[in-house]
């Protein structure tokens, strides 16, 4: 079965039949049915479409151009790598924004997380914060009471990560769509208040320790961490779509039974999904405990869960840019430090204090932004916008990587497919 | 000190059947969207959280008389719930059913964001209970007649919506979920129908969130994740009730209610923390795979 690409572009396959189909019929109908025209129709309508295929095929940018997307490239890894910790840099952040930036990091990865689940497999998680606390905690608990090294504990959290999903997965294959919705639901409210509240392992009311390793011990170097695990964790991903099994994803996501009558094992994929989402999230709780050093277990609360939800769509489901830019916005935006460093900004340009404006005129805490906000963008998202932050950066994005600059690329018109039913 | 187990059985029952009460009203609800539209509604506990809100805010803060505020809440959760369907499910009716159950999560997530931001100030609130009287029953348990006043609620509400299924516009409703075109067709507004259920549904959560707020002091979240956490115990009830069924999602409620108290035996207390979320999740996903189409259903009606 053919899928059809997100990006308007289309793909060589497309290119190909195109060419081959138009030239053959018509030579030979006409010598031996001499009664019949020769139909020319479509002919036509494929050279009509030839050379706008063959220009975006073919198309290079321009030494200008070339200059003009490195440009935006140094600038972009300027920001990723530079900017938090004061490198080349006019601005001076204090250490509490780079902790920020690592937080940032590590909710990208749980972005990505949620994504292969609710994007590629279609079924909603409604207790990942689960998953990721269940990670954070096995791991402190690897570190401090059996002693073993940072890496190590990493790689026990996301085992437990990928163990406990497939098993929860096990149980989605016997429910379906809205259903496993309450299952994750019941299991979230089950971590929180039955294995969190697990004095041995959680640490009880104070929180439990989680050191730093001692290579990483610096908010600076731990923000590197952070980012070559969400780099670890990009490469897997973009490696799942690009293989067989993201293909299989995809197909049993439009129609569970279509893919299945193509000999695409619908049980096996899906797992597979449950498996590689529980492990990202498993590392992303183990991250997220040493980050904090010390973990409470109040923070894996049911609005996290949402939170997280919240962020991926309006990231843009299947949008990798998308996830990452949504997670690390609202991350930053939770933590109120997205404000604190637009402050600056919007002082020195519009002379007006964002700060004091929502929280003087509008008279909302800085903590609550995140939760009143977020929720409006999720609207917006579902309801006008169905590609989220990735179908708006397309463009750009499409354009940095040496294509033509195509103000219509990634339009999607659904979020989601019309075959998850309950 | 421990009392004897059949003593602390009856104690159990009694505050599961009350607690349960809550968590029926909320099921109701539930079912009643799903019926109206087979839609998993997450924001029907939010719709009660913001009327007790707004009553609250009545009452406390604009001296309003309790009748007044009371009808002043229900006004705003059934605004609520007009308004949901108006501006997410409406525009969002060709969707996917994930779609949609993100976009009711996000009315719940939104209506929590307003909350704290209607009342940062005040950290604990505390609702006046309608009557303050409390008497004690024979085997000690200690009912207070708020509790008993939402259980008298739920049973009347409960014969409400199983007349109000028989009569024409309950019909409507079922008809434009199953048929939309052919409802259309003879003559069923389906845009007025869907209104008329969110307006419902809306009033129901209303109902459970002004009802069970004098329980126990209250914030943001309340009724979902909060003090009376009921959004989880409300949709095990409506599973129990195969999603369909009335009476079931009444049963579902109480049984759930019972089920969460249970667990607070001293027999099971102490071994595990948080017992009543591992019975909860335990016995939702046996019923999901055993009984996947719930406990209390009777013959399923597709007229």
Same mark, same amino acid.
């Given at each position: 079965?053919?899928?059809?690409?997100?990006?308007?572009?289309?793909?060589?396959?497309?290119?190909?039949?195109?060419?081959?189909?138009?030239?053959?019929?018509?030579?030979?109908?006409?010598?031996?049915?001499?009664?019949?025209?020769?139909?020319?129709?479509?002919?036509?309508?494929?050279?009509?479409?030839?050379?706008?295929?063959?220009?975006?095929?073919?198309?290079?940018?321009?030494?200008?151009?070339?200059?003009?997307?490195?440009?935006?490239?140094?600038?972009?890894?300027?920001?990723?790598?530079?900017?938090?910790?004061?490198?080349?840099?006019?601005?001076?952040?204090?250490?509490?924004?780079?902790?920020?930036?690592?937080?940032?990091?590590?909710?990208?990865?749980?972005?990505?997380?949620?994504?292969?689940?609710?994007?590629?497999?279609?079924?909603?998680?409604?207790?990942?914060?689960?998953?990721?606390?269940?990670?954070?905690?096995?791991?402190?608990?690897?570190?401090?009471?059996?002693?073993?090294?940072?890496?190590?504990?990493?790689?026990?959290?996301?085992?437990?990560?990928?163990?406990?999903?497939?098993?929860?997965?096990?149980?989605?294959?016997?429910?379906?769509?809205?259903?496993?919705?309450?299952?994750?639901?019941?299991?979230?409210?089950?971590?929180?208040?039955?294995?969190?509240?697990?004095?041995?392992?959680?640490?009880?009311?104070?929180?439990?320790?989680?050191?730093?390793?001692?290579?990483?011990?610096?908010?600076?170097?731990?923000?590197?961490?952070?980012?070559?695990?969400?780099?670890?964790?990009?490469?897997?991903?973009?490696?799942?779509?690009?293989?067989?099994?993201?293909?299989?994803?995809?197909?049993?996501?439009?129609?569970?039974?279509?893919?299945?009558?193509?000999?695409?094992?619908?049980?096996?994929?899906?797992?597979?999904?449950?498996?590689?989402?529980?492990?990202?999230?498993?590392?992303?709780?183990?991250?997220?405990?040493?980050?904090?050093?010390?973990?409470?277990?109040?923070?894996?609360?049911?609005?996290?869960?949402?939170?997280?939800?919240?962020?991926?769509?309006?990231?843009?489901?299947?949008?990798?840019?998308?996830?990452?830019?949504?997670?690390?916005?609202?991350?930053?935006?939770?933590?109120?430090?997205?404000?604190?460093?637009?402050?600056?900004?919007?002082?020195?340009?519009?002379?007006?204090?964002?700060?004091?404006?929502?929280?003087?005129?509008?008279?909302?805490?800085?903590?609550?932004?995140?939760?009143?906000?977020?929720?409006?963008?999720?609207?917006?998202?579902?309801?006008?916008?169905?590609?989220?932050?990735?179908?708006?950066?397309?463009?750009?994005?499409?354009?940095?990587?040496?294509?033509?600059?195509?103000?219509?690329?990634?339009?999607?018109?659904?979020?989601?497919?019309?075959?998850?039913?309950? | 000190?421990?009392?004897?187990?059949?003593?602390?059985?009856?104690?159990?029952?009694?505050?599961?059947?009350?607690?349960?009460?809550?968590?029926?009203?909320?099921?109701?609800?539930?079912?009643?969207?799903?019926?109206?539209?087979?839609?998993?509604?997450?924001?029907?506990?939010?719709?009660?959280?913001?009327?007790?809100?707004?009553?609250?805010?009545?009452?406390?803060?604009?001296?309003?008389?309790?009748?007044?505020?009371?009808?002043?809440?229900?006004?705003?959760?059934?605004?609520?719930?007009?308004?949901?369907?108006?501006?997410?499910?409406?525009?969002?009716?060709?969707?996917?059913?994930?779609?949609?159950?993100?976009?009711?999560?996000?009315?719940?997530?939104?209506?929590?964001?307003?909350?704290?931001?209607?009342?940062?100030?005040?950290?604990?609130?505390?609702?006046?209970?309608?009557?303050?009287?409390?008497?004690?029953?024979?085997?000690?348990?200690?009912?207070?007649?708020?509790?008993?006043?939402?259980? %008298?609620? &739920?049973?009347?509400? /409960? #014969? +409400?919506?199983? *007349?109000?299924?028989?009569?024409?516009?309950? =019909? @409507?409703?079922?008809?434009?979920?199953?048929?939309?075109?052919?409802?259309?067709?003879?003559?069923?507004?389906?845009?007025?129908?869907?209104?008329?259920?969110?307006?419902?549904?809306?009033?129901?959560?209303?109902?459970?969130?002004?009802?069970?707020?004098?329980?126990?002091?209250?914030?943001? %979240?309340? &009724?979902?994740?909060? /003090? #009376? +956490?009921?959004? *989880?115990?409300?949709?095990?009830?409506?599973? =129990? @009730?195969?999603?369909?069924?009335?009476?079931?999602?009444?049963?579902?409620?109480?049984?759930?209610?019972?089920?969460?108290?249970?667990?607070?035996?001293?027999?099971?207390?102490?071994?595990?923390?948080?017992?009543?979320?591992?019975?909860?999740?335990?016995?939702?996903?046996?019923?999901?795979?055993?009984?996947?189409?719930?406990?209390? #259903? +009777?013959?399923?009606?597709?007229?």
């Amino acid at each position: 079965m053919t899928i059809s690409s997100r990006s308007g572009s289309p793909g060589p396959d497309a290119a190909e039949e195109t060419t081959v189909i138009p030239v053959v019929p018509a030579q030979d109908g006409a010598d031996e049915t001499t009664t019949l025209p020769p139909i020319d129709v479509p002919v036509l309508e494929d050279e009509e479409f030839e050379p706008q295929a063959d220009r975006d095929a073919t198309f290079r940018p321009s030494r200008a151009g070339w200059a003009a997307r490195s440009a935006v490239w140094l600038v972009l890894a300027w920001f990723v790598l530079a900017f938090p910790v004061n490198f080349l840099s006019p601005f001076t952040l204090g250490v509490s924004d780079v902790s920020a930036a690592s937080e940032a990091a590590i909710f990208a990865i749980v972005g990505l997380s949620l994504n292969v689940l609710l994007g590629y497999a279609g079924q909603i998680s409604l207790g990942h914060q689960a998953f990721v606390g269940i990670g954070a905690f096995t791991s402190a608990y690897v570190v401090v009471d059996l002693e073993m090294g940072f890496w190590f504990a990493v790689a026990v959290a996301s085992g437990l990560g990928l163990v406990q999903a497939a098993i929860l997965g096990a149980v989605s294959l016997r429910l379906t769509g809205l259903y496993f919705a309450l299952v994750t639901l019941a299991f979230g409210n089950f971590a929180q208040q039955t294995v969190f509240a697990i004095p041995e392992l959680t640490g009880g009311e104070g929180g439990k320790e989680a050191p730093r390793p001692a290579m990483f011990d610096s908010d600076y170097s731990y923000y590197f961490l952070c980012l070559g695990f969400l780099a670890v964790v990009l490469f897997l991903d973009w490696r799942l779509t690009r293989s067989k099994a993201g293909r299989a994803l995809q197909a049993l996501r439009e129609n569970p039974r279509v893919a299945s009558s193509y000999g695409i094992n619908v049980k096996a994929y899906t797992l597979l999904a449950f498996a590689v989402s529980g492990l990202f999230a498993g590392l992303a709780g183990a991250l997220m405990a040493h980050h904090d050093e010390v973990i409470v277990n109040q923070k894996f609360g049911f609005q996290l869960a949402l939170l997280f939800v919240l962020m991926t769509v309006v990231g843009g489901l299947r949008s990798r840019s998308g996830v990452v830019i949504g997670s690390a916005f609202f991350a930053l935006l939770h933590s109120g430090h997205l404000l604190s460093l637009l402050e600056p900004v919007t002082q020195t340009i519009f002379r007006f204090s964002l700060v004091d404006f929502i929280t003087g005129t509008i008279g909302l805490p800085i903590e609550f932004v995140a939760l009143v906000i977020g929720p409006i963008l999720l609207l917006l998202t579902i309801t006008m916008y169905p590609g989220g932050i990735g179908q708006q950066i397309a463009p750009i994005r499409e354009w940095m990587l040496g294509r033509r600059f195509d103000r219509h690329a990634g339009k999607v018109t659904e979020v989601e497919v019309n075959d998850v039913r309950a | 000190m421990n009392l004897p187990l059949y003593e602390q059985l009856a104690l159990a029952l009694t505050a599961g059947v009350l607690r349960g009460a809550v968590y029926a009203l909320v099921a109701l609800g539930i079912v009643l969207v799903f019926r109206g539209s087979g839609i998993f509604n997450f924001a029907q506990a939010e719709f009660g959280t913001t009327g007790l809100f707004a009553a609250y805010w009545a009452l406390e803060i604009k001296g309003w008389g309790y009748p007044t505020s009371f009808l002043f809440g229900m006004g705003v959760a059934i605004a609520l719930g007009l308004l949901t369907e108006r501006l997410v499910i409406h525009p969002l009716r060709d969707s996917s059913r994930v779609t949609l159950l993100v976009g009711t999560a996000g009315v719940a997530l939104a209506a929590i964001g307003f909350q704290f931001w209607w009342f940062n100030e005040t950290l604990v609130m505390s609702m006046p209970k309608i009557n303050e009287a409390f008497f004690m029953t024979p085997w000690g348990a200690v009912v207070t007649v708020q509790e008993l006043i939402t259980l %008298g609620v &739920l049973a009347v509400v /409960a #014969v +409400g919506l199983a *007349l109000f299924f028989r009569s024409p516009s309950g =019909l @409507a409703i079922q008809a434009a979920q199953q048929e939309p075109v052919a409802s259309e067709l003879v003559g069923i507004s389906v845009r007025r129908v869907s209104m008329l259920t969110w307006g419902i549904a809306a009033a129901l959560g209303g109902l459970a969130g002004i009802l069970a707020g004098p329980y126990l002091t209250f914030s943001a %979240g309340f &009724l979902s994740f909060g /003090a #009376v +956490g009921a959004l *989880l115990p409300g949709f095990m009830a409506a599973v =129990l @009730a195969g999603m369909r069924s009335m009476p079931g999602a009444v049963a579902g409620g109480l049984l759930v209610g019972c089920i969460e108290q249970l667990s607070s035996l001293s027999i099971l207390d102490g071994a595990v923390p948080g017992a009543g979320a591992l019975v909860l999740f335990v016995f939702l996903l046996g019923v999901l795979l055993v009984r996947p189409q719930g406990i209390f #259903v +009777g013959k399923v009606a597709t007229a």
